[in-house]
């Protein structure tokens, strides 16, 4: 019977292999190991972006993954680990899964979080704004 898995990580690279097929490679988050995986439905595959991140679920083949689903999902926490499909985008590089995560991204400087957060109320900064809270879907 063929094992059925879901793996989360970081698009490496991505191809056509064949008229048919496509693969890409997907390294995991935990495990470090770089998935190979294949499928045969380019709608598999649309909108994919390098380096982003992404859930990918399918069959456990010998050399990697048969693609059923790709899924751009959510991060890790930069704090405490924690997964989350919800969270702060913060100082432009960070990631946090709740607002005590993302104080702690300020070096636990809670005036400058909140003056960052401030600037999404006013139109003419928010473009500036460092740190705001997404759902990564």
Known sequence: MNERITIYGTLESFEQISPED?????????????????????DVFEDLQLF????????????G??????DRWGRYCDVCGKWHTEGYYV??????C???CAVAL?????NAFRADLALL??????????TYWTEWE
């Open 121 to 130: 109320d006013d139109p003419e900064t928010e473009e500036e704004a460092p």
């Open 91 to 96: 100082l432009e590089d960070g990631y946090a």
């Open 106 to 110: 300020y070096n636990g400087d809670w």
């Open 52 to 63: 982003h991140h992404y859930r990918c679920t399918g069959v456990k083949t010998l050399n």
């Open 65 to 70: 993954l048969t693609a059923e689903e790709v």
């Open 22 to 42: 496509y693969s890409l490679v997907i390294k995991e988050y935990e495990s470090g190991k770089e998935w190979q995986i294949v499928a045969t439905r380019w």
């Open 98 to 100: 709740d607002e005590a």
